[in-house]
């Protein structure tokens, strides 16, 4: 009796669930009561047929949507859905269209009466166990059943399923730190080193979503800290974040052709990405996410990601060069790269298996497996050297060129770096951009701020750059900026006033550092040329380094008197460090280049230095204003400075 009963029990609930997903609650939609419009629940329970989730006059909870219910009875009998199926070449899941059958439909109500993942403690445990399940149990499927994919879909299918449910544990990251962080990484490097592409993708998607960037509070953020510890952290082979940069090399050889693959190489980019961002707040607010080291440092002893997004560069990938830059801009990696023209190349500890398996088969290997990262670089800029970036995809990639090339420069304690720089004809490219007056020569101008001397030197005597210098110096002529045709005019006018803003800057700086470099040893007579292009056609550059030494000499005053004025209405303590880097930051660093500038050409033509104190006394000043300057930056100096002597002298000899 009691076998009969059940029967009857179970034959009642699968016609009941048939029906829901036959019709859903569609058909009793107009006799529909108030309770059953609205269904209280205070978090989201999985979707409900005819119903959405939100917050409205009756609370939190599901409300039924009256809008779409004519449409869903129409479409309840047409619709059809995709059967998943494993393509034995590729050992992936694959979707294809078929007519729905008495099995799916079985399995559709199965699953509408599936619990749901709970976001709690206890919900993540038993997440954890399900995953924990179903890896192990396809693993052994797997190695049962290995030439017959067929006898592990389904479990393949189910691990798919679970590893989408921890998708939902992103808005509440905290509960994560409830497993055991041994197990937690244990379990996720195994999911991370399975052979189908399609599981590793949807794994990268979870754990990119763990540490996305939203509005967070304090306890979110420790949250973030431990979780973005725990994927650095190694286990006895490798960490979470080390596996993941190693699939990039299982993911890129149809990256182009697959767009799962493509996305499942964004989401480890930009995992790393917020990891970078993240660290460096991190870092500020001293709570690294390692003790002794920066993840960039820990990124290229422990990866070769470096490498592979280099090798990105001829592809044009964005994200790609984005992470890169974010990457060089951390000062301390630059001990780890001995040089930059012959990085290693990528490996990957999930790729050398084939890599071996290739060298077998007798194919020849490229003489030298060795980057140019130089070389590399200067091409991708090479791309706008005659033309404008024409979307926002393009503009973004060569700034970022840019900001990579100036990272290496400015980073690179050695001359050797700038060595190479000048033998790939790096000035010559930058030269070149400017003389088309393309966007790539505006924020290349950066790149000739230098403080290696024979690069000063080869700019003047060989390359004559002080004729592509002198007319943006003087607002004669100046490389365009891409406006976008999405930008509306008052974006366009803003972004012109900046733009013009940067050149002169950028020009400024540029003179201040030959300045510094050359010297009366320097060959071609170069040191006679530059102090000669001042005082042309009646020293009309002399006036204008002139008229902007006082311009900036006034927005520093000002910014140091805004600092004082918000520190006393806020009753802050005033910190005389802080006060400086506001005034250098709003022009004081410009103001004191103009004025050893001036010291240059004063100190080696007595017409420069009789013209600078005429011109300065009819602004009401003197040769006092260019000492102030230059005391300012002894003082700032550190003892070893290499130019601290020179503006000693110039002090001196003023």
């Given at each position: 009796m009691n076998g009969s009963h059940d029967t009857d029990n179970k034959r009642k609930q699968m016609d009941a669930a048939l029906d829901e997903v036959l019709i859903g609650n569609g058909g009793a939609a107009s006799s529909n009561t108030d309770s059953e419009q609205f269904l209280p629940s205070a978090t989201w329970q999985g979707p409900k047929a005819g119903y959405y989730f939100g917050t409205s006059a009756k609370g939190t909870g599901y409300y039924w949507d009256t809008h779409q219910e004519k449409r869903e009875e129409r479409a309840t009998h047409k619709k059809k859905r995709k059967r998943i199926?494993?393509?034995?070449?590729?050992?992936?899941?694959?979707?294809?269209?078929?007519?729905?059958?008495?099995?799916?439909?079985?399995?559709?109500?199965?699953?509408?009466?599936?619990?749901?993942?709970?976001?709690?403690?206890?919900?993540?445990?038993?997440?954890?166990?399900?995953?924990?399940?179903?890896?192990?149990?396809?693993?052994?499927?797997?190695?049962?059943?290995?030439?017959?994919?067929?006898?592990?879909?389904?479990?393949?299918?189910?691990?798919?399923?679970?590893?989408?449910?921890?998708?939902?544990?992103?808005?509440?990251?905290?509960?994560?730190?409830?497993?055991?962080?041994?197990?937690?990484?244990?379990?996720?490097?195994?999911?991370?080193?399975?052979?189908?592409?399609?599981?590793?993708?949807?794994?990268?998607?979870?754990?990119?979503?763990?540490?996305?960037e939203d509005d967070e509070d304090s306890?979110?953020?420790?949250?973030?800290?431990?979780?973005?510890?725990?994927?650095?952290e190694g286990s006895t082979t490798s960490s979470i974040l080390e596996l993941m940069v190693s699939n990039l090399g299982r993911l890129q050889p149809n990256w182009e052709e697959d767009e799962e693959h493509q996305k499942g190489i964004e989401d480890i980019l930009t995992l790393l990405e917020n990891l970078l961002e993240f660290d460096v707040q991190q870092q500020l607010e001293e709570r690294p996410l390692l003790k002794n080291s920066t993840l960039a440092l820990w990124l290229v002893k422990k990866t070769t990601v470096l490498s592979w997004l280099v090798q990105q560069l001829p592809a044009q990938h964005g994200p790609s060069v984005q992470v890169l830059?974010?990457?060089?801009?951390?000062?301390?990696?630059?001990?780890?790269?001995?040089?930059?023209?012959?990085?290693?190349?990528?490996?990957?500890?999930?790729?050398?298996?084939?890599?071996?398996?290739?060298?077998?088969?007798g194919r020849k290997k490229k003489a030298d497996p060795n980057i140019d990262f130089m070389e590399l670089l200067l091409q991708a800029m090479a791309l706008f050297r005659k033309r404008q970036p024409t979307t926002t995809y393009e503009l973004?990639?060569?700034?970022?060129?840019?900001?990579?090339?100036?990272?290496?420069?400015?980073?690179?304690?050695?001359?050797?770096?700038?060595?190479?720089?000048l033998q790939a004809q790096?000035?010559?490219?930058?030269?070149?951009?400017?003389?088309?007056?393309?966007?790539?020569?505006?924020?290349?101008?950066?790149?000739?701020?230098?403080?290696?001397r024979r690069t000063c030197e080869h700019f003047i005597s060989n390359l004559q750059g002080l004729k592509q210098i002198f007319p943006i110096f003087m607002q004669r002529s100046f490389p365009k900026p891409a406006l976008l045709s999405s930008d509306k005019t008052k974006q366009q006018k803003k972004k012109k006033a900046h733009w013009l803003q940067k050149l002169e800057q950028h020009t400024i700086a540029i003179l201040y550092h030959l300045t510094q470099h050359i010297t009366a040893d320097s060959p071609d007579?170069?040191?006679?040329?530059?102090?000669?292009?001042?005082?042309?056609?009646?020293?009309?550059?002399?006036?204008?380094?002139?008229?902007?030494?006082?311009?900036?000499e006034h927005k520093a005053r000002r910014a140091e008197y805004n600092y004082y004025r918000f520190q006393e209405s806020e009753d802050e303590t005033e910190d005389p460090y802080n006060a400086l880097a506001a005034k250098l930051e709003g022009g004081g660093t410009h103001f004191q280049y103009c004025a050893?500038?001036?010291?240059?050409?004063?100190?080696?033509?007595?017409?420069?230095?009789?013209?600078?104190?005429?011109?300065?006394?009819?602004?009401?000043?003197?040769?006092?204003?260019?000492?102030?300057?230059?005391?300012?930056?002894?003082?700032?100096?550190?003892?070893?400075?290499?130019?601290?002597?020179?503006w000693q002298n110039y002090l001196q000899q003023l």
């Open positions: 199926t494993i393509d034995e070449g590729r050992n992936e899941i694959k979707s294809i269209p078929a007519r729905i059958t008495a099995e799916e439909l079985l399995e559709q109500a199965e699953q509408a009466n599936q619990k749901r993942v709970e976001l709690s403690d206890r919900g993540i445990r038993a997440a954890h166990a399900q995953l924990r399940k179903w890896v192990e149990k396809n693993a052994l499927e797997r190695a049962e059943h290995f030439e017959h994919p067929e006898e592990y879909m389904e479990s393949e299918l189910t691990l798919h399923q679970q590893l989408e449910s921890y998708a939902g544990f992103a808005t509440q990251s905290s509960v994560l730190l409830t497993i055991n962080n041994e197990e937690f990484q244990t379990l996720w490097l195994e999911v991370l080193a399975h052979p189908n592409i399609d599981i590793v993708t949807t794994a990268c998607r979870v754990i990119a979503e763990w540490m996305d306890e979110t953020s420790s949250a973030r800290l431990e979780i973005g510890q725990r994927l650095v830059a974010l990457l060089l801009q951390q000062a301390d990696i630059y001990d780890e790269v001995a040089d930059w023209t012959k990085l290693p190349p990528y490996s990957s500890i999930l790729t050398e298996d084939e890599e071996e398996a290739t060298s077998k088969e973004e990639f060569l700034e970022n060129v840019v900001l990579c090339l100036a990272s290496i420069l400015t980073f690179s304690s050695d001359g050797k770096t700038q060595e190479q720089f790096g000035l010559e490219l930058v030269l070149r951009c400017l003389r088309e007056k393309v966007h790539a020569g505006g924020i290349g101008l950066g790149l000739l701020e230098t403080n290696h007579d170069c040191l006679q040329r530059l102090v000669c292009k001042f005082l042309e056609n009646d020293c009309e550059k002399l006036d204008r380094l002139i008229q902007l030494l006082l311009k900036y050893v500038i001036c010291a240059f050409c004063a100190i080696h033509s007595k017409a420069a230095h009789t013209h600078v104190l005429e011109t300065l006394q009819l602004h009401q000043s003197g040769i006092s204003l260019i000492k102030i300057a230059l005391e300012e930056m002894l003082q700032q100096a550190e003892k070893d400075h290499p130019q601290a002597q020179m």
